[in-house]
């Protein structure tokens, strides 16, 4: 018979069994020994229908084919663009996948991103460590108008964004601020005073530090809630 053995959010270390029997599947970071399902890492224990996965509590930013992530640009070639996106290697964006609008070879490159602008882009193409594509062709993908730039731990963009994006659009409903999370840690933000930026900032570093919590969207809206009352 099978049986899940920790409850959704707890907090697990390596080694310790998740849950026993074939019904369960593991995920990420969960590996299958026998007929139970064993954790790899220190983290909280999340169960997806059968599938039973582990989302660290630390860890650096690792690249996957179609992540949405935020990156920065850092030289400007004659065929695209070198992308520091927070990993080891620089990505690469080709002009071809840098616009749906036809550019011009010879073209100034730097008219469409130019050193320091940072980018929503999608990662298409992961191989080995050294070679990671990305591309600016899809809904959303721009270039990012001035704002705050802010880093967060990779493995917490998940809670950061909640489910169905709920602790996010909690944020930005009190905030009144443009927020877009890259699930590579950095976060772009943009409101209409200082003041909403930075309560935006606090509230994202509170649901970084305090990810572990349960009942955390109920406590981020009391803390938004106290902090615009000004309490």
Not at 107 to 127: H, R
Not at 133 to 157: A, F, N, Q, Y
Not at 206 to 226: A, M, P, Y
Request: overall charge neutral; hydrophobic content about 40%; proline content about 3%.
């Amino acid at each position: 018979m099978s049986k899940l053995l920790v409850e959704e959010r707890q907090i697990v270390i390596p080694g310790m069994e998740l849950a026993e029997g074939m019904d369960y599947l593991p995920g990420e970071d969960v590996f299958r020994d026998g007929d139970k399902l064993i954790s790899t890492k220190i983290g909280i224990a999340s169960l997806s229908g059968r599938v039973v996965k582990v989302v660290p509590l630390a860890g650096n930013y690792l690249p996957n084919r179609e992540d949405v992530i935020i990156g920065k640009v850092v030289s400007v070639g004659l065929s695209g663009w070198r992308v520091d996106i927070g990993w080891a290697f620089e990505a690469n964006l080709n002009l071809k996948d840098a616009s749906s609008d036809f550019i011009e070879r010879g073209a100034d490159l730097s008219k469409y991103f130019d050193t320091g602008d940072y980018v929503l882009s999608q990662i298409t193409n992961v191989a080995g460590s050294k070679i990671v594509d990305l591309t600016m062709k899809g809904p959303g993908l721009k270039k990012l108008s001035p704002g705050r730039i802010i880093k967060v731990s990779s493995p917490k963009v998940p809670r950061i964004i909640g489910k169905q994006g709920s602790m996010i659009s909690l944020i930005k409903e009190y905030t009144n601020c443009k927020i877009l999370v890259g699930q590579n840690g950095l976060v772009w933000l943009s409101g209409e005073n200082v003041n909403d930026e930075l309560l935006a900032v606090n509230a994202i570093k509170k649901v970084e530090d305090e990810s572990h919590i349960q009942g955390l969207t109920d406590k981020i809206k009391e803390f938004l809630e106290k902090s615009k009352s000004g309490k």
